[in-house]
T-cell receptor, first 111, second 114 residues
Framework: TQLLEQSPQFLSIQEGENLTVYCNSS?????LQWYRQEPGEGPVLLVT???GGEVKKLKRLTFQFGDARKDSSLHITAAQPGDTGLYLC???????????WGAGTKLIIKP | NAGVTQTPKFRILKIGQSMTLQCTQD?????MYWYRQDPGMGLKLIYY???????DKGEVPNGYNVSRSTTEDFPLRLELAAPSQTSVYFC?????????????FGPGTRLTVL
């Protein structure tokens, strides 16, 4: 069974600080996606990483896919209250028709 | 574009009742999915469909049924509701297979079974 573990489960920091959240597995994924979910809404895609070692930047957010394609990280520079939300990683499973989802990191940025 | 719409937004059921959660997408996507989200547990796939007339089980299909008679609609049926089905249900769609393709989500249905 393929699993994705996210850490930390919960993070509360002050505006302006930097942070990193992690998405780890013992399985190889062909691609991995990061979504952000706000309260009362469905998840929204932030980025897809496909190649081992790949780094993608989305303004203050930097996403990295591990060389072995088993893990990924999301780094936020100078966090802002608008970054508050649940961050979910999801990998393409063996079946290719299903995404394997992590449990998420709940992030709160305090002004 | 409305994207993915779900109704109802909230519902309270008594044990043993049944209901249908509606899902419609207007993006002409072939792939549609039903997930449930429990606190601290991430998203679990209930059923998915790769096109009209084709459905398949996901990770947690017991207690649920689906149909896909059109490209746009993918209703989820709960028969004999149980407290374990208390959850937030999300419908999603994508143009093609998950790999490299964004899944678009509806706003969710919060279901409580008492």
């Amino acid at each position: 069974t393929q699993l994705l573990e996210q850490s930390p489960q919960f993070l509360s920091i002050q505006e302006g600080e930097n942070l990193t959240v992690y998405c780890n597995s013992s399985s190889v994924f062909s691609s991995l996606q990061w979504y952000r979910q706000e309260p009362g809404e469905g998840p929204v895609l932030l980025v897809t990483v496909v190649t081992g070692g790949e780094v993608k930047k989305l303004k203050r957010l930097t996403f990295q896919f591990g060389d072995a394609r088993k893990d990924s990280s999301l780094h936020i520079t100078a966090a802002q209250p608008g970054d508050t939300g649940l961050y979910l990683c999801a990998g393409v499973g063996d079946s290719n028709y299903q995404l394997i989802w992590g449990a998420g990191t709940k992030l709160i940025i305090k002004p | 574009n409305a994207g993915v719409t779900q109704t109802p937004k909230f519902r309270i059921l008594k044990i043993g009742q049944s209901m249908t959660l509606q899902c419609t997408q207007d993006m002409n996507h072939n792939y549609m999915y039903w997930y449930r989200q429990d606190p601290g547990m991430g998203l679990k796939l209930i059923y998915y469909s790769v096109g009209a007339g084709i459905t398949d089980k996901g990770e947690v299909p017991n207690g649920y049924n689906v149909s896909r008679s059109t490209t746009e609609d993918f209703p989820l049926r709960l028969e004999l509701a149980a407290p374990s089905q208390t959850s937030v249900y999300f419908c999603a769609s994508s143009y093609s297979r998950p790999g490299g393709n964004e899944q678009f989500f509806g706003p969710g249905t919060r279901l409580t079974v008492l």
